[in-house]
């Protein structure tokens, strides 16, 4: 079995700083009588504490600095119980969710926690494109490859893939359906490559 290290109370009553959440949870826990079937003896030395009702002994350290480093490392989750009890909720982070993640997938989670979907831009939804109004599909490079499924229901045919260019509107052969290209920041080209080779 493994112990937890935590500060003593009284390391903390000669500093200047208010009574924070250490000090009520020192209180707390020394003020808990231990059940009389304890798997752990309990010694009754100043320097050995139970946490709450489980009887279980606790080494306390009086070399540790401060309580901030005690709430934040030794009892994260005491810590959020206290933060959702008084109306705080913490905000969620990636690292919380996937602490690895990096690149794109780090991208999409983080659109995914703040509410956004960041792969909306590969599913263009919208009215059938007319030449007057053509169907607008966004793209973060100057061309993209676009299919086209025609109209609903008896209008659909066969997706018709093709390039789709900045600048250079589409007309679909099939159903004769107008596509034009919006380039969402930079643009460039999909490959890497400029055309200035």
């Known amino acids: 079995m493994w112990r937890r ?22 209180s707390f826990a020394s003020s808990q ?23 279980i002994p606790i080494r306390v350290l009086q070399h540790l600095s401060t309580a901030s480093w005690f709430v934040s490392f030794v009892f994260p989750p005491f810590i959020n119980e206290i933060e959702l009890a008084s109306g705080k909720i913490p905000k969620a982070k990636v690292e919380n969710v996937m602490p690895i993640a990096t690149g794109h997938e780090r991208e999409e989670l983080q659109a995914d926690l703040e509410g956004r979907n960041i792969l909306e831009i ?7 494109g007319t030449k007057e109004a053509p169907a607008i599909v966004r793209s973060v490079y100057d061309k993209r490859i676009v299919g086209c499924p025609g109209g609903e229901a008896e209008d659909e045919h ?8 900045k600048g250079k509107p589409y007309n679909c052969p099939v159903c004769s359906q107008h596509f034009k290209l919006e380039v969402i920041g930079e643009g460039g080209s999909p490959d890497g490559h400029g055309d200035d080779h």
Do not use: H
């Open 33 to 55: 009588t231990p059940p009389s079937t304890t798997p752990f003896p309990v010694s009754s030395s100043p320097r050995t504490t139970t946490l709450f009702s489980s009887g």
């Open 158 to 165: 066969d997706v018709v893939w093709f390039w789709l260019e």
């Open 122 to 128: 590969n599913y263009p939804v919208g009215p059938f």
């Open 5 to 26: 290290v935590l500060p003593s109370p009284s390391s903390f009553s000669g500093r200047s700083a208010t009574p924070g959440i250490a000090a009520r949870f020192f």
